[in-house]
């Protein structure tokens, strides 16, 4: 008689493959997003064998792999490939050894998320846990910075910099997490205890993007937020769990923005201690309506003709959001 597989024993290979890449992307994120050689470098040599395992144990993956993933998959080698050969006729082929070392690496955390059978609770952990842990390292960096006798050495030009380095690939780090934390935070599926803390955790994230004052996610925050409610199911969900997190930072903007210019003269040190309380604040309120949320969702959700009226009403109102942005940009340029 054929024995079958344990829950831990179906789980454990997941795990395995899924725990290298969380690892290292949380360990860059924690240290100067790992640009230093010395961080990606050996990163990804262990990506790359990790995908070597992947094809060595399994070629069937690639079988299994939808033509348009096989595709993607393989063009991708093929620039790895052609990056390697650029070395030859480099003016500097040190500088386009680097590159394509980095392009191996992508190559590799690209083929290992693509080529793995990920199911949807699996790769919901692991979005949630990334998630979750970018809001650890982002709240232990703004205590370093409150604690710290130099919070100036956190800021470049009164823009907060850390922990990657940089302010525009600072604010990317965090939006990367805000949005499987929203995403987790309004679905059903999602244990009803959990999704206040993804609530309070989106909320902290997008108010801690504000403070590297990226100029350029000015404009694709709100690109990305109209693909989202128009792409992700479940509209409705979607825009109950956004509009919170949306009204909580516009809420605490005023301290937020005033970071900047405090940065930029003598008073870094109180404005950093003034955001404390609205942050602990907002995150306390989401969190609780998060979870409360979560309860009336899991024992009385809302009957699906109103949810699909709501949603036809949410797309309409993203429609006339559109055309009357696109008008004034117009009328503006």
């Not at 790359?48 to 399994?58: F, I, K, P, Q």
């Not at 930029?264 to 003034?274: F, P, Q, S, V």
């Amino acid at each position: 008689m054929r024995e079958t597989a344990s829950p831990a024993a179906a789980w454990a290979p997941t795990v395995l493959i899924g725990a290298l890449p969380l690892g290292l992307f949380l360990l860059w994120a924690a240290i100067d997003g790992g640009y230093p050689p010395t961080l990606w470098n050996p990163g990804g040599i262990a990506l790359v064998g990790l995908l070597a395992l992947l094809l060595a144990s399994a070629p069937r993956l690639l079988r299994t792999l939808p033509r348009a993933g096989l595709a993607a998959l393989g063009l991708f080698a093929a620039f790895a490939v052609w990056s390697f050969l650029s070395i030859a006729w480099a003016a500097d082929e040190g500088e386009a050894w680097d590159a394509a070392n980095r392009t191996l690496l992508y190559l590799a955390a690209y083929g290992v998320f693509v080529l793995w059978p990920w199911r949807g609770r699996q790769a919901a952990i692991l979005l949630g846990a990334y998630s979750l842990g970018v809001a650890a390292i982002s709240a232990a960096t703004y205590v370093r910075a409150l604690r710290s006798d130099d919070p100036g050495a956190f800021f470049i030009g009164g823009r907060y910099t850390e922990p990657v380095g940089y302010v525009n690939a600072d604010c990317a780090l965090f939006l990367t997490a805000f949005w499987p934390a929203v995403f987790l935070a309004a679905r059903r599926e999602t244990p009803w205890w959990l999704r206040g803390l993804f609530l309070a955790t989106a909320g902290f994230l997008l108010e801690q993007a504000v403070l590297p004052q990226s100029r350029g996610s000015l404009f694709v925050f709100p690109v990305v937020a109209l693909l989202y409610l128009l792409v992700v199911p479940g509209r409705t969900r979607s825009v109950l769990a956004l509009g919170p997190v949306l009204l909580a930072a516009f809420l605490v903007r005023d301290p937020l923005l005033d970071v900047y210019s405090a940065a930029r003269g003598d008073t870094l040190a109180e404005a950093l201690g003034a955001l404390e309380e609205p942050l602990l604040g907002s995150a306390v309120a989401l969190f609780a309506l998060g979870t409360v949320y979560g309860l009336v969702d899991r024992f009385a959700p809302l009957p699906r003709d109103l949810a699909r009226l709501g949603a036809w009403f949410l797309g309409f109102l993203v429609g006339l959001a559109a055309l009357v942005a696109a008008v004034v940009l117009l009328a503006v340029y």
